[in-house]
T-cell receptor, first 113, second 115 residues
Framework: AQSVSQHNHHVILSEAASLELGCNYS??????LFWYVQYPGQHLQLLLK??????LVKGIKGFEAEFIKSKFSFNLRKPSVQWSDTAEYFC???????????FGAGTRLAVHP | ETGVTQTPRHLVMGMTNKKSLKCEQH?????MYWYKQSAKKPLELMFV???????ENNSVPSRFSPECPNSSHLFLHLHTLQPEDSALYLC??????????????FGSGTRLTVV
């Protein structure tokens, strides 16, 4: 079945560590790619999105993601995490012609001071 | 606030109760969505409305009944639910279906517990 896969369900890091969260999708053709974040008790917020052009996308709060078409991947990165980055991160895809967001299962990140 | 308001924030209901979830947006969007968020599972798209017309029902049990009286309001009517229906129910909106890639705005959700 076509899907969005996030490899890590839980990640624990210390402050200042580097972060990379994996995301793979199985849809062929054109895709629009997104990363959302959900802080504890809050709504889903858009971190960044890729439509076309430069495959390295920069988002808010120092996050970036790289679209690698050959690997069907859209990994999220941040060079140095902070305690305030503790949240759940969701990768999502809009497959071409479908027009609806399909989400991965999410990765829960805990950053310790 | 995101511009998408969901009420109530929390709801506890018995399996024989009837209740409704409400979603309201004043962003000028024409597409609205219900998602179900359960622990350790991807967000599940339940229903899609575009210009008040339902365009998608993802095999959702009939005990969930959506209603979209206008482009600004979306309801989810609940009756005879099961404990496994306990989850966070999220509402979202976008400009319309063809422009959905430009972004969804999510509400804060209703945390539903079925006892």
């Amino acid at each position: 079945a076509q899907s969005v896969s996030q490899h890590n369900h839980h990640v624990i890091l210390s402050e200042a560590a580097s972060l990379e969260l994996g995301c793979n999708y199985s849809y062929g053709g054109t895709v629009n790619l997104f990363w959302y974040v959900q802080y504890p008790g809050q709504h889903l917020q858009l971190l960044l999105k890729y439509f076309s052009g430069d495959p390295l996308v920069k988002g808010i709060k120092g996050f970036e993601a790289e679209f690698i078409k050959s690997k069907f991947s859209f990994n999220l990165r941040k060079p140095s995490v902070q305690w305030s980055d503790t949240a759940e991160y969701f990768c999502a895809v809009i497959p071409g012609g479908y027009n609806k967001l399909i989400f991965g299962a999410g990765t829960r990140l805990a950053v310790h001071p | 606030e995101t511009g998408v308001t969901q009420t109530p924030r929390h709801l506890v209901m018995g399996m024989t109760n009837k209740k409704s979830l409400k979603c309201e947006q004043h962003l000028g969007h024409n597409a609205m969505y219900w998602y179900k968020q359960s622990a350790k599972k991807p967000l599940e798209l339940m229903f899609v409305y575009n210009f008040k017309e339902q365009t998608e029902n993802n095999s959702v049990p009939s005990r969930f009944s959506p209603e979209c009286p206008n482009s600004s309001h979306l309801f989810l009517h609940l009756h005879t639910l099961q404990p496994e229906d306990s989850a966070l129910y999220l509402c979202a909106s976008s400009q319309d279906l063809t422009l959905s890639a430009y972004g969804y705005t999510f509400g804060s959700g209703t945390r539903l517990t079925v006892v």
